[in-house]
C-alpha cells in the first residue's frame, strides 16, 4: 500500500526553524525524485525543493534558497525539509510528493503531474509572531 505522511508542522516565530519529515511507504525510493510542495490560502501551490533519487541534486524556489535544505535517507524511506530563518510568507500547508516517472528535480518542482504524483495529507507551517 502506498502512503505518505508528513509530520513536524506547527506555529514557529519568525526566524525560527523547523524540521518536516515525510515518510513514504510502498514505494522503492531509489527510483523517484522527491518534492515539498506548499500551498497558502488563496495562493497557487508552489514546488518549494526536490531532491534526486540517488545522486543528491537538488533544487529549490528562489523564494527558499539558503533557507531550506532537503535531504532524504531511501534506506529509512524518509525525506527531509530543514526550515531555517523562517518568515510569515512561508506560512503554508507543506506537502511531500513522489512522482512516479522518471524526471530532473526542476522539471517535479516546476510542474504537476496527476498521473504520477503521489501526495501527502500534508502539515501545516505557521509562522508568526
Known sequence: QLQIV?????????GGSLRLSCSASGFVLDYYVI??????PGKEREGVSCISATDGTTHYADSVKGRFTVSRDNAKK???LQMNSLKPEDT???YCVVRTQITTVQVMCDTYNDEYDYWGQGTQVTVSS
Not at 508528513?6 to 519568525?14: D, H, M, W
Not at 518534492?35 to 497558502?40: I, P, V
Open 6 to 14: 508528513e509530520s513536524g508542522g506547527g506555529l514557529v516565530q519568525p
Open 35 to 40: 518534492g515539498w510542495f506548499r500551498q497558502a
Open 78 to 80: 524518509t525525506i527531509y
Open 92 to 94: 503554508a500547508v507543506y
